[in-house]
């Protein structure tokens, strides 16, 4: 009974792929987020959907592309993947601006 | 000047001592602050959320806001072992939670 869960836990791909990450909440939670933890443990949002509609979305790459099927849902489509892209990636939920739960993480690594 | 400023540490400590955590904010428009702790290969965890000036109590912990200050502290007390990890303080801009960078908290027994 995982509140928000990610898949997959690992990524291990070559330069230039195209990738998707998964995320679910089964929180009943309104809004969801992706945030990159670099490898300095520094936390950064990235996008926020609320009820499906794109609310936040930070000076991220257009290679970056986020989708949300439905609320409980935000999926995470990277294209052209570059060394700088290795990090660590969290989905997080929340409803409203109620604090945020997150999943345990995809640990990318670009070769 | 970052939006939120957190000493990385390391921070080690034996157990029993107290533990003061801090962080500072630029930005007046904050309102909501919040603690998470972070264990290795872990998701954050939500520790303490408060809003307004001054202090919240919770078990061993207490969250400490001083909004004329920006600046925010969390206190461990009889700290253990097991509150070895990654803590990080984040508050509200907008929808969006800005992070401190982490403070590494280690407990030695």
């Known amino acids: 009974d995982t509140a928000v869960s990610q898949t997959p836990k690992y990524l291990v791909t070559q330069m230039g792929n195209d990738k998707s990450i998964k995320c679910e909440q089964n929180l009943g939670h309104d809004t969801m987020y992706w945030y990159k933890q670099d490898s300095k443990k520094f936390l950064k949002i990235m996008f926020s959907y609320n009820n499906k509609e794109l609310i936040i979305n930070e000076t991220v790459p257009n290679r970056f592309s986020p989708k949300s099927p439905d609320k409980a849902h935000l999926n995470l489509h990277i294209n052209s993947l570059e060394l700088g892209d290795s990090a660590v990636y969290f989905c997080a939920s929340s409803l409203g601006t109620q604090p945020q739960h997150f999943g345990d993480g995809t640990r990318l690594s670009i070769l | 000047q970052k939006e939120v400023e957190q000493d990385p540490g390391p921070l080690s400590v034996p157990e029993g001592a107290i533990v003061s955590l801090n962080c500072t904010y630029s930005n007046s428009a904050f309102q909501y602050f919040m603690w998470y702790r972070q264990y290795s290969r872990k998701g954050p965890e939500l520790l303490m959320y408060t809003y307004s000036s001054g202090n919240k109590e919770d078990g061993r912990f207490t969250a400490q806001v001083d909004k004329s200050s920006k600046y925010i502290s969390l206190f461990i007390r009889d700290s253990q072992p097991s509150d070895s990890a990654t803590y990080l303080c984040?508050?509200?801009?907008?929808?969006?939670?800005?992070f401190g960078k982490g403070t590494t908290l280690s407990v030695s027994s």
């Open positions: 984040a508050m509200f801009r907008g929808t969006a939670l800005i």
